[in-house]
């Protein structure tokens, strides 16, 4: 296969490009791979976390871990209670998160205050 001058040129950049976007990448990779500790921000206001509730991020993980979660987060509730799918909470309580919970432990749904 024989190169003609027009062709080594486009060829010359498209490889300069790529070499440029690939240390690019792996000079970012570090700050790139800390994205997954960033908490999920309430709509509308950026870099706030929710500590009145609810609780999206603690669907699909353990009650234990989402009970530190909802800890972290604020010192408010003195109760959280756990529950089985079919069971609800009896009345209100403002101080109270209810987590409802699979046979496995797991939280089912998203947990809120009351």
């Known amino acids: 296969m024989v190169f003609t ?3 080594v040129l486009p060829l010359l950049i498209l490889f300069g490009s790529i070499m440029a976007a690939t240390l690019y990448v792996r000079k970012r ?3 790139m791979s800390q994205a997954n500790l960033v908490r999920m921000p309430i709509i ?3 870099n706030k976390v929710n ?6 991020e603690c669907v699909g993980i353990s009650f234990k871990e989402c009970s530190k979660l909802i800890e972290s987060y604020t010192q408010e509730f003195a109760e959280i209670e756990i529950y089985d799918e079919g069971e609800e ?3 209100f309580n ?3 998160v209810a987590l409802k919970v699979d046979e496995s432990g797991i939280v089912t749904t998203i ?3 009351g």
């Open 89 to 91: 909470p009896k009345g």
């Open 94 to 96: 403002p101080k109270r």
């Open 29 to 31: 990779g570090g700050e």
């Open 44 to 46: 509308g206001e950026i």
């Open 111 to 113: 947990p809120h205050k």
């Open 51 to 56: 500590r009145e509730g609810p609780w999206p």
């Open 5 to 7: 001058g027009k062709a």
